[in-house]
């Protein structure tokens, strides 16, 4: 009872006073234009009859006179009615602007009305939630390489600690995934034409470490999408290679910070709105670089400078510089 009297009353008293100020002026502006156009027109009537001598003059010159005479007042009276148009147009806008501002005035008063916590508590729980996605995302990168080392200083996986290498992903030995195609399949066809990229991502896909990165990056590649979001729109700043191979070898926080070089504030700005409002895209972003981290951690000790620049130059690598910079990844 006590929230719908508040926004009202100011909203009215704001429309009414400048009708109520503008309509004699708007009154005034009429009557001065009809007269004038009024005066003009009796000002070329008696001109007219004072320069006309019928007795004299023909029929051509007393048209030509006319025409002299009377096509100013009808120029004139043109510029008056423009006049008194442009004026009625302005006095409407002027109208019209003030009820949207009182109207956003009154929503914004009902919204603020509405809302049980003060704007300042609102604020700090936003920040304690991505602080909270934050600490979630790094937890996800610190375990999932701990258990990557825990497996390595065990004495029975030697073995399996073999196919961490790009060349024994496969679990069959002839079957190998060559570097050049899982960078290939990390950046996707470009078209339905793309032969070589469909060739490269079904084998990928046929791979079981390689393949649940592919779904992952397809996923949230398609989510980013949604928002307006092409990795072929972004132009990240490029990381030397000693960077990700510090990445892939575990080090975290701001030693690994250039891997963060996507610049375009409206991407980040969407992609962390969407990682605050949107549970099951967080799910698949902290998914998506998980899968990331392990592949990239496979990829790294037998990978070359180039193999590794070429892999950053991807679509993958990129929704991953994206994501994880909104995630905190990359940041103290």
């Excluded at 008696?46 to 100013?72: C, E, H, R, S």
């Excluded at 790294?300 to 990129?318: G, K, M, V």
């Amino acid at each position: 009872m006590s929230q719908t009297p508040l926004p009202v009353e100011p909203a009215r008293t704001d429309t009414v006073k400048p009708r109520s100020a503008s309509a004699p002026s708007r009154l005034m502006d009429r009557g001065v234009l009809r007269a004038l156009a009024i005066a003009v027109w009796l000002l070329a009537a008696a001109l007219f009859l004072m320069l006309a001598d019928y007795a004299t003059m023909d029929n051509v010159t007393l048209a030509m006179l006319a025409v002299g005479v009377f096509l100013p007042a009808v120029l004139i009276s043109l510029v008056l009615l423009l006049a008194k148009a442009m004026s009625e147009l302005r006095a409407e806008s002027e109208h019209l602007q003030g009820s949207i501002d009182a109207l956003r005035r009154s929503l914004l008063q009902r919204a603020e009305a509405d809302t049980d916590l003060p704007r300042e508590t609102a604020q700090k729980l936003e920040r304690l939630s991505a602080q909270a996605e934050q600490t979630e995302t790094r937890l996800t990168m610190f375990f999932s390489q701990r258990a990557r080392m825990g497996r390595a200083e065990q004495p029975g996986q030697q073995a399996p600690q073999a196919l961490l290498a790009l060349a024994g992903f496969d679990t069959q030995p002839g079957e190998a995934l060559a570097p050049a195609t899982l960078i290939r399949a990390l950046h996707f066809p470009e078209d339905e034409n793309d032969t070589e990229g469909f060739t490269a991502l079904r084998l990928a896909l046929a791979d079981a470490r390689v393949a649940p990165l592919i779904k992952a990056a397809q996923d949230v590649l398609t989510r980013l999408a949604q928002e307006g979001i092409y990795m072929d729109d972004l132009r990240p700043d490029r990381a030397r290679p000693e960077f990700w191979r510090a990445f892939a070898q575990g080090t975290r926080g701001a030693l690994v910070a250039p891997l963060g070089g996507i610049r375009d504030r409206s991407c980040l700005a969407l992609s962390s709105g969407r990682m605050r409002s949107d549970p099951e895209f967080r799910a698949a972003v902290h998914l998506f670089l998980r899968e990331f981290d392990k592949v990239l951690s496979a990829f790294e000790p037998t990978a070359d400078d180039a193999q590794i620049a070429a892999l950053s130059d991807t679509r993958s690598a990129r929704a991953f510089m994206l994501l994880g910079r909104v995630s905190g990844v990359f940041a103290r």
